[in-house]
């Protein structure tokens, strides 16, 4: 049989998971939930609740501690927008100071607080009970404080909320109002400080006159502008007339220079292109300056775009046409007189005459407005000083006024009139707070039952690691798996395993007949196992035929990876179940050291050992019922171990030999030093018994990885199996008995 034929089962628990640990686990779930019920009660009976007082306060707005100094800057009026959390949890810690539970404690009377709580007149016990049982939340995302004060006494609790609302309101505004400035300081520091701000005022109006200005940013932005126009137009004069020389040298037939033309050894076709582009140039170069500048177009226009794509093509050509003839280059360009043709004589000398007198004259305008604008820089420094100087005494005197004013107001106001805290819910009549009280309750009902889960499942998963259902042998053990055969001692099945589980009845005379041992008569298999060990002889002659065994006779270990599990009930079974098919023989071999199944059945029979079972002759003492044998190889216990497995190792000729159809070993456990394990390479399968909630897993995973070394084919049996789930909660392949 093979273990690929079953699904594994998920890593996840699953309901059938679920119910066995809590069914398993029952009377610990059930125990502690006995016990949560038992704190509940006792809480219910000893521990009313006290009576209650509850109030509520509105915090709009918190003004900060101010310092003398008002350079720190740590003045001003905190939103609960900005600061919420930060605002709401100081007002609480206020209210839970106990530095104000003393001052009411004090106020009320510490005889009437403590009346309750052993009586005395300690002030500071009383302002501990009133600590204590003062509750202070604030609501999330909110700037409400709800107040709770409990008390044994219902005439205490609300007397003592109202003071403890009044004690606060007056410790809110000591804490936060100005310290050490009384309301004559005020005054002088304002005095002083308007009469210092109008002397700076007369400083920076003085050094505006001198310097000839009104404001700085305004005349640096007209001077630079002035700058900028008067350069451009001294540039285009030096332009103008140098291009006015060179028409007029052209037109009077004298040239310039010495030198011959420049544009002598140039085709008048491509002088006539470059004139046309420079021209084009020019104009281009004019319109984009009136996107620019005049109309305030961006870069990003559209037309501003376009201009720019055009005189980048205009440049080029000309670029084009001054690397092709450089004597183009060498051209005053900019001069649309040259290239624009001859004009009036008359008209080019007088404008040339007057174009020197203009150069001069806007020369001597840019060295004017620059002396100007240098008297402004120095001019400014003294001026920001000033400006820097007036802001900070104002900032001061804004302060110290604003200071002022509410020390007034709150003087106006008297002490204990707080106008940014206000009471939304006055503290309301005493009364008892069972919803939290029947809430505890159940909570460690909850938490019994929770805990008796918690202990099942830690114990299930982490602590037991016995094997205890089929799932664990699929998932965990990779073992091929036969049967669960279930534990007949457990609850209602124990009335299966009276008498009727006798394996041997005797005659009836029950005395021992001759050579001293009492005669079985024949064998009887305990009817509440018979069908589990029928079906485990189906699956084993399943198994032989899934891997095409068919030999005979076959050899068949029963063993298992600890003492107890029901390894030599489970060969007998197994021996009688194959007995009984009647397709032939059946041989059980007790090679258990200790008493095993083979013991029920020599103990009727004279002793027959394993050489006389193999001759047909001397096998009938052998015989305990019709295809049945049964011999023992364990008459020599200390010697077993070692004589054994050579003596096992000859027989193997015979037992192949044999006419058996089968040969159940009945072996001992599984063990490092065990006979198994040298045994087990002679066998066809290994049946390796587990018994449930005992065998731990570990030491099946130590017992299967030693018999594979061997390279023998394991199976598995879970024997003593317990159903602790309802049928009609969760079913199986494992009936009940």
């Known amino acids: 049989m093979n273990n690929s034929r079953h699904n594994e089962p998920s890593a996840s628990i699953s309901l059938g998971d679920v119910y066995f640990v809590i069914f398993r686990h029952k009377w610990k779930i059930l125990a502690l939930a006995a016990a949560g019920l038992a704190a509940a009660a006792v809480y219910f009976f000893f521990q009313q609740p006290p009576f209650q007082s509850e109030a509520e306060l509105l915090v709009r707005y918190v003004q900060d501690s101010r310092s003398v100094n008002p350079t720190e800057n740590n003045s001003r009026v905190t939103s609960l927008v900005d600061l919420g959390a930060s605002v709401m949890n100081s007002e609480m810690h206020i209210l839970c100071s106990f530095d104000l539970a003393a001052q009411v404690a004090t106020n009320i009377g510490p005889a009437k607080i403590l009346a309750k709580y052993g009586g005395g007149d300690d002030p500071t016990r009383a302002a501990f009970v009133i600590r204590d049982n003062l509750k202070v939340e604030g609501s999330k995302d909110s700037s409400v404080i709800h107040i709770t004060f409990r008390h044994f006494d219902p005439g205490i609790v609300r007397p003592v909320l109202s003071e403890v609302i009044s004690d606060y ?71 103008d007339l140098a291009e006015r020389q060179m028409s007029l040298s052209i037109l009077s037939g004298k040239p310039a220079t010495t030198n011959p033309p420049l544009t002598a050894s140039v085709p008048a076709l491509q002088i006539a292109q470059y004139k046309t582009a420079s021209t084009r140039f020019a104009y281009l170069q004019k319109r984009l300056d009136d996107y620019l500048i005049v109309q305030g177009f961006t870069e990003e226009n559209k037309l501003v775009k376009e201009a720019r794509t055009e005189i980048a093509q205009v440049e080029k ?3 084009d046409l001054e690397a092709k003839y450089p004597a183009l280059a060498e051209m005053e360009t900019s001069s649309p007189a040259l290239l624009a043709g001859p004009k009036d004589a008359s008209t080019s000398g007088a404008a040339l005459a007057a174009l ?231 041989l059980l071999v007790d090679m258990n050291m200790e008493q095993g199944a083979a013991q029920q059945f020599i103990h009727g029979k004279p002793s027959c050992k394993l050489d006389d079972a193999l001759i047909s002759e001397k096998r009938e003492n052998a015989m305990v019922q019709e295809n049945l044998y049964v011999v023992s190889e364990n008459t020599n216990a200390e010697l077993l171990p070692r004589a054994l497995p050579k003596r096992f190792a000859a027989l193997v000729p015979k037992l192949k030999a044999s006419d058996y159809d089968y040969i159940i070993f009945d072996m001992p456990p599984v063990t490092q030093t065990s006979v198994t394990l040298r045994l087990a390479g002679f066998m066809d399968n290994i049946m390796l018994v587990i018994e449930s909630e005992k065998t731990d897993r570990e030491a099946v995973q130590q017992a299967s990885a030693l018999l594979a070394h061997s390279k023998a084919s394991i199976t598995a049996v879970l024997n003593k199996t317990r159903k602790y789930v309802p049928a009609r909660l969760h079913h199986d392949l494992n009936p009940d008995v």
């Open 356 to 586: 020197p007198m203009r150069v001069k004259i806007l020369r001597e305008q840019l060295n004017r407005i620059q002396a100007d604008a240098s008297k402004l820089d120095e001019a400014e420094a003294k001026i920001s000083d000033l400006q820097r100087k007036k802001q900070v005494q104002e900032n001061n005197y804004k302060y110290f006024a604003n200071t002022l004013e509410e020390a007034r107001i709150n003087e106006a106001l008297g002490p204990g009139r707080v106008s940014n805290i206000k009471a939304i819910q006055t503290p309301s009549p005493p009364f008892k707070d069972f919803g939290k009280f029947y809430k505890h309750i159940l909570m460690m009902i909850l938490g019994g039952v929770l805990a008796g889960l918690a202990w099942a499942f830690l114990i299930e998963f982490y602590l037991d690691h016995s094997v205890k259902r089929p799932a664990e042998i699929y998932s965990k053990l990779k073992i091929p798996f036969f049967l669960s055969i279930p534990d007949l001692n457990h609850h209602d099945r124990a009335r299966l395993a009276g008498p009727e589980r006798r394996q041997i009845e005797y005659n009836q005379s029950g005395v021992p007949a001759s050579g001293g041992a009492l005669e079985a008569t024949r064998w009887q298999v305990n009817h509440a196992l018979r069908s589990h060990y029928d079906a485990l002889r189906d699956r084993l002659v399943v198994y032989f035929e899934s891997i095409n065994l068919t030999r005979k006779p076959k050899l068949v270990a029963v063993t298992s990876a600890n003492k107890g599990a029901g390894v030599s009930s489970i060969a007998a079974g197994l021996a009688a179940s194959l007995s009984e098919t009647g397709d032939g023989r059946v």
């Open 169 to 239: 309101l007056e410790r809110h505004l000591e804490i936060h109002k100005a310290i050490g400035m009384s309301d004559d300081t005020l005054t002088e520091q304002t005095t002083q400080l308007r009469l210092q701000i109008a002397q700076t005022e007369d400083e920076l109006r003085m050094a505006k006159t001198n310097a000839g200005i009104i404001d700085v940013a305004d005349s640096e932005k007209a001077y630079s502008e002035e700058i900028s126009r008067i350069r451009r137009e001294l540039f285009q004069a030096e332009a």
């Open 317 to 319: 050509t000309k670029t």
